[in-house]
């Protein structure tokens, strides 16, 4: 299982962000996606699930109306759209599937 994430980086609060996560060594479409992120000092949470077909989905209360999850499945990736961003949403977001995680990609909102 190989998790690469990217498009992260520095915005400023009420912005906006697009990460990408390249999936390769397993079937991806047979596989529930998950995106996580760190904040310093805190555990990884889940913020938000996809389906394997992308048809159902469930966010984090923190990010719920924010943030949404979709998959393109026949390019093997999976993206966040965040939008709104909160100082509160800096961290290191990470892909994850089938119990593995990316190596993540920093976000941080501060202006």
């Known amino acids: 299982v190989q998790l690469v994430e990217s498009g992260g980086g520095l915005v400023q609060p009420g912005g906006s962000l697009r990460l990408s996560c390249a999936a390769s060594?397993?079937?991806?479409?047979?596989?529930?996606m998950n995106w996580g992120r760190q904040a310093p000092g805190k555990e990884r949470e889940v913020v938000a699930v996809?389906?394997?077909?992308?048809?159902?989905?469930n966010y984090a209360d923190s990010v719920k109306g924010r943030f949404t999850i979709s998959r393109d499945n026949a390019m093997n990736t999976v993206y966040l759209q965040m939008n709104t961003l909160k100082p509160e949403d800096t961290g290191v977001y990470y892909c994850?599937?089938?119990?593995?995680w990316g190596q993540g990609t920093q976000v941080t909102v501060s202006s």
């Open positions: 994850g599937a089938l119990g593995h």
């Open positions: 060594g397993f079937t991806f479409r047979k596989y529930v």
């Open positions: 996809s389906s394997m077909e992308g048809s159902s989905t």
